[in-house]
């Protein structure tokens, strides 16, 4: 079966500073991967989507970025974060219909 | 900006009693619909699903309608249960892409 895995569960990290959160997925060849946000009592942003490895389709301007150095690998990356990035992060991965997610990570930037 | 909104963003239910959660989408071009199910502070859970050649659909306590004529979708949640208070999502299936909305809480009473 396929399993989805996101860590770290939870980060405090300070404005301005770096931004690494990774996503690896088991049980599956070649999923679509995609990173979603979800600010407190709202529903999912899409932030980034990826269909293959190094295809990576942004849905909205920001100071994150995304990676997929691995086929079952994808990166969730900023230079130098803002208040504004506190969030819980969800990753998933799909077909070409359904998607499943992780169990997300929760950033508070302070 | 969102294409696909929930009714409600409360719903409040005795335990024992159906629920019925609402959702309205503006693409009638879209072709997949997805209910998901998000507890406090993990990801969303896959529910139900259903193509837009069906109008109903049918799982374990849970049913999915969709009315095509009027762009909208519920979900019913026979014999609600304490454990069956979360986030709803319906999702709206775009190419590889989902649209959330919103989501409605249910809480369940006992």
């Known amino acids: 079966s396929q399993t989805i895995h996101q860590w770290p569960a939870t980060l405090v990290q300070p404005v301005g500073s770096p931004l690494s959160l990774e996503c690896t997925v088991e049980?599956?060849?070649?999923?679509?991967l995609y990173w979603y946000r979800q600010a407190a009592g709202r529903g999912l942003q899409l932030l980034f989507y990826?269909?293959?490895?190094?295809?990576i389709s942004s849905e909205v301007p920001q100071n994150l970025s995304a990676s997929r150095p691995q086929d079952r690998q994808f990166i969730l990356s900023s230079k130098k974060l803002l208040l504004s990035d506190s969030g819980f992060y969800l990753c998933?991965?799909?077909?070409?219909?359904?998607?499943?997610f992780g169990p997300g990570t929760r950033l508070t930037v302070t | 900006g969102e294409s696909v909104g929930l009714h409600l963003p409360t719903l409040s239910v005795q335990e024992g009693d159906n629920s019925i959660i609402n959702c309205a989408y503006s693409?009638?071009?879209?072709?997949?619909f997805i209910w998901y199910k998000q507890e406090s502070g993990k990801g969303p859970q896959f529910i139900i699903d259903?193509?837009?050649?069906?109008d109903k659909r049918q799982g374990q306590r849970v049913t999915v309608l969709l009315n095509k004529t009027v762009k909208h979708l519920s979900l019913q949640i026979a014999a609600t249960q304490p454990g069956d208070s979360a986030v709803y999502f319906c999702?709206?299936?775009?190419?590889?892409?989902?649209?959330f909305g919103a989501g409605t809480t249910v809480t369940v009473r006992a």
């Open positions: 049980g599956t060849s070649n999923p679509n």
């Open positions: 998933a991965w799909g077909t070409r219909n359904e998607q499943y």
């Open positions: 259903i193509r837009s050649n069906m």
């Open positions: 990826s269909v293959g490895i190094g295809q």
């Open positions: 999702a709206e299936k775009d190419d590889y892409k989902l649209s």
């Open positions: 693409n009638s071009a879209s072709d997949y």
